[in-house]
Structures are given as structure tokens and as C-alpha cells.
């Protein structure tokens, strides 16, 4: 070797050394990026999560929400709607029940009177009146402002002796109430003057009776639809749910026919809306059904009524 010729040094990635150092570094560089990448995935996941489930909890909690609000409110809404079918009901039957027992004393007054009449025209005598006599005391009796209205005259043993269909004097007395009188007093029963509900050929009738001196038995009766006039239009035509619009009230019978609507059209005709029907049927059926509220749908509308 010639003197005063320097040794070359090797080049720094040339020593081994430098290459095990960088291969180390490499291999933690990539073990600390691998975890940093599945650590930050993780907290990723857990954020989404997370997110993902606050936002399942708000979302069912405005579903609880929402039920309870319509659950809340058809409770509400349906139990007011039942309240006030449940005083309308109420009023109705108070007025029949006034009314009736207002026209049954009206009746029965009517009935004492004109008996009266017939003795007086009879006092002094003891011969029957004449037909002729009868009609000129009972052909005009009425009740006042209660069309058809009218009195007739039955002997105790239940023949006709004045109507105002002459057709009919002379022949047994048809209807049931008044025959039941008769079988009374043939039975040694007494029997006051008095007031009754009767059917008589698929009508209700409502009347008076009283007894003359003889016996016979003055009756004055009308038609109870005629008789007991209940202003449905101010009963039930002023019903509405406050704060609901278009809300109003109609009265079925028990056969399903409409007694009443705000459409007087509907009036007479069967109900139509499948709920009412179902009660009807359930009516028809002997159950017993009780106040309540329900959930309908009419005509592509869905109905709350009480």
C-alpha cells in the first residue's frame, strides 16, 4: 500500500448498523401508524355509534311521543264527545219525562172534564145520552195544538158507545190499555181516574181516562209523537265540539233508523257509518252496550264520536 493513501469511509446507508436502525424505525413507524389507523377507526365506529343510537332515542322518543299525544288527545277528545252525547241523552229524557208527565196530567184533566160534561148533560135524566147529544159534547174535544187528538167513550163492559169514526160505536173496544181497564172493573177491581202510554196499531198513544157517574169510561188520546213535541233542533242541532270544526251530534234508534241529523235528507233513512251499525247489531243481538267513544272511519274520513 503506497504511503500517504487515505482509507475510504463507507457511505451511511451503506453501514449495517444504519440499515438495522432504519429497518427498527420503519417497523415502529409502521406499528404505531397501523395503530393509530385502528384506534382512530375505532373511535370512528364508537362515535357512530353513538350518534347512531342518540339517534334511535330521540326518534323513539318522538314516537312515545307522538302516541302519547294521540292516544292523550283521542282520550280527551273521545271522552268530551261521550260527555256530551251523555247530556244530550239526559236532556231528551228529561223532556219525555216531563213531558209526559205534563201531557199525562193535561190528559187526564181533559178526561175529568168532559166527563163532568156528560153528567151534567145527563143530570135529571136516566136514559143514556143520544148519539146526537155525545156529538155535540165530544166531536170538538181536543187537545189543544196536538193534531189528531181525540175523545171517545167506552161502557163498562168494554163496547164502544162514541167515536169519531161511527163505524166504530157499537162494536168491543180494540186497544189493549183500555180492555185492560175493562177486565179490572169486571174483576170488582178499583179503578181511579188516571193517564196511560198505549200501542195501539204500531203507534205509541198517550191518554187520559176518567169515569163518568154511569160508569162508562171517557177517554181523550193522541198520538205521543204528536202529543210530546221535543225541539231536537235545539237540543241537539247546538251541540259541537268547541274548537272542532264541522263537529255536530245525530240520534239513531235502536233499529238503526236516523231520528234526527243536521242533514234533514238522512232523517227516516238507515244509518249508514259501519261503528253505529256495529252497535245496532249488538243492540238487536240482546247485548248490553254501554256510554262510550269510538274510532271510525266514514267515507275515506276517519271519525272520533261519543
Not at 49 to 60: K, M, P, R, S, V
Not at 65 to 78: I, L, P, R, S
Not at 117 to 142: E, F, K, M, Y
Not at 192 to 214: C, N, P, Q, S, V
Amino acid at each position: 500500500m503506497a504511503a500517504g493513501k487515505e482509507r475510504k469511509r463507507p457511505a451511511f446507508f451503506a453501514k449495517m448498523s444504519t440499515r438495522i436502525t432504519l429497518l427498527i424505525s420503519a417497523i415502529v413507524f409502521v406499528t404505531v401508524l397501523v395503530q393509530f389507523l385502528a384506534a382512530s377507526n375505532r373511535a370512528s365506529n364508537a362515535m357512530e355509534e353513538t350518534y347512531l343510537n342518540y339517534a334511535q332515542n330521540l326518534a323513539e322518543e318522538a314516537a312515545i311521543g307522538v302516541d302519547f299525544a294521540t292516544q292523550f288527545g283521542e282520550e280527551a277528545y273521545g271522552g268530551y264527545a261521550q260527555n256530551l252525547a251523555q247530556e244530550a241523552a239526559i236532556s231528551i229524557d228529561f223532556s219525555k219525562q216531563f213531558g209526559e208527565g205534563v201531557y199525562q196530567a193535561y190528559a187526564l184533566n181533559m178526561a175529568i172534564e168532559v166527563a163532568k160534561c156528560i153528567d151534567t148533560a145527563q143530570s135529571g135524566s136516566d136514559l143514556p145520552l143520544t148519539t146526537t147529544q155525545l156529538d155535540r159534547i165530544l166531536q170538538d174535544v181536543n187537545i189543544r195544538d196536538v193534531e189528531g187528538s181525540y175523545a171517545y167513550m167506552v161502557s163498562p163492559d168494554g163496547t164502544m158507545l162514541w167515536h169519531p169514526n161511527a163505524e166504530k160505536i157499537g162494536n168491543p173496544v180494540e186497544n189493549a190499555a183500555v180492555k185492560g181497564i175493562v177486565a179490572d172493573l169486571q174483576a170488582g177491581k178499583t179503578v181511579e181516574d188516571g193517564a196511560i202510554l198505549y200501542e195501539y196499531k204500531d203507534a205509541l198513544k198517550l191518554a187520559g181516562y176518567a169515569f163518568t157517574k154511569d160508569g162508562n169510561i171517557l177517554i181523550v188520546t193522541a198520538d205521543y209523537d204528536k202529543f210530546m213535541k221535543i225541539d231536537y233542533d235545539t237540543l241537539l242541532g247546538n251541540i259541537t265540539i268547541e274548537g272542532v270544526e264541522g263537529s255536530y251530534a245525530y240520534m239513531v234508534s235502536p233499529d238503526g233508523t236516523m231520528l234526527w241529523h243536521t242533514n234533514p235528507e238522512k232523517i227516516g233513512q238507515p244509518v249508514e257509518n259501519a261503528a253505529v251499525k256495529g252497535i245496532v247489531a249488538d243492540l238487536q243481538a240482546g247485548k248490553t252496550v254501554e256510554d262510550g267513544y269510538c274510532i271510525y272511519e266514514y267515507k275515506g274520513a276517519l271519525k272520533l264520536a261519543g
